[in-house]
């Protein structure tokens, strides 16, 4: 049975809504999705970059995050025929820890906690698949990355990309 | 750079006498480590299995175990000639991930955290050696398996077998 591994931040979970919703409320700002083409937050707004992510590493940030279109649907369906790991680089905020556990065992009830995996560098993943919005994921990764679309690398080449969970679907499913 | 990945209780931090100490205050009870030879604590009072568990989960209990003599020491070496990653199954006790990273940080702060793992199956993991004290985790495991004694495992043949961090640097600084 192949594996695959699945991030979270912006690929099952709506980061990006909530992060702007949070974002404009604090520092009084009013970017949109369509500011982030290219660029993470941080990236954007670097003199912020440490108040931003203090904001981010909040314990309850990533709990009411919602649902990427169809990636419960796919995922449970993929489940069926692939070992499935969702493996998220949560090193990075680890006042996270409980808020993202408890996201995964509320709307991926059906991947089990032990396949559920916290870390930082996912070089360290034995899989034959990542999907992940972070190409530097897969510089130090064994399988194939597939980048998953999102703001942020929209401009990146050179990785097999899939738009939405649909394009996941066709890839393994079909 | 081969990569070693490294359990935490039992092999780094020392579960046992934290553990044994919490459960006689407990439970009124008078248990030694030697009463654990070939047990775990959970196989040795099936009984209070579920309340033992609920113990082990509350958020603070790994929070000031003891290290493993030499752990921290030898771990240091390795990491001048190995890429180590230390690999817990958090996700059996979920209440314990800030716990366990804090413990790390504290102890292992020359352990990048991008190097740190919660999971739960290690099969996941991609590492030339996996040491830790639960041999089902070397089922699944790609790379060799080296069982450090603890005293659940000391009648299980079939790994080869570290009694202490001096015989883990015989192996691979000598």
Same mark, same amino acid.
């Given at each position: 049975?192949?594996?695959?591994?699945?991030?979270?931040?912006?690929?099952?979970?709506?980061?990006?809504?909530?992060?702007?919703?949070?974002?404009?409320?604090?520092?009084?700002?009013?970017?949109?999705?369509?500011?982030?083409?290219?660029?993470?937050?941080?990236? $954007?707004?670097?003199?912020?970059?440490?108040?931003?992510?203090?904001?981010?590493?909040?314990?309850?940030?990533?709990?009411?995050?919602?649902?990427?279109?169809?990636?419960?649907?796919?995922?449970?369906?993929?489940?069926?025929?692939?070992?499935?790991?969702?493996?998220?680089?949560?090193?990075?905020?680890?006042?996270?820890?409980?808020?993202?556990?408890?996201?995964?065992?509320?709307?991926?009830?059906?991947?089990?906690?032990?396949?559920?995996?916290?870390?930082?560098?996912?070089?360290?993943?034995?899989?034959?698949?990542?999907?992940?919005?972070?190409?530097?994921?897969?510089?130090?990764?064994?399988?194939?990355?597939?980048?998953?679309?999102?703001?942020?690398?929209?401009? $990146?080449?050179?990785?097999?990309?899939?738009?939405?969970?649909?394009?996941?679907?066709?890839?393994?499913?079909?």
């Amino acid at each position: 049975m192949k594996r695959i591994a699945i991030d979270m931040d912006e690929v099952i979970a709506d980061f990006n809504p909530k992060m702007l919703a949070a974002f404009n409320h604090r520092f009084s700002e009013n970017l949109h999705l369509s500011d982030l083409q290219g660029f993470t937050i941080q990236q $954007l707004r670097p003199a912020l970059k440490e108040q931003i992510e203090e904001m981010i590493g909040e314990p309850d940030f990533f709990s009411d995050l919602a649902l990427i279109k169809d990636s419960q649907k796919v995922i449970r369906k993929l489940s069926e025929r692939y070992e499935i790991f969702i493996t998220t680089a949560a090193m990075e905020f680890p006042g996270s820890f409980n808020a993202k556990f408890l996201w995964l065992k509320k709307h991926f009830s059906f991947v089990s906690s032990m396949n559920i995996v916290f870390c930082g560098n996912k070089g360290i993943l034995h899989a034959d698949y990542l999907i992940d919005d972070n190409a530097r994921h897969f510089i130090k990764f064994s399988g194939e990355g597939i980048l998953y679309t999102a703001p942020h690398n929209v401009h $990146l080449v050179g990785y097999r990309r899939v738009e939405n969970w649909q394009e996941v679907a066709k890839i393994f499913l079909s």
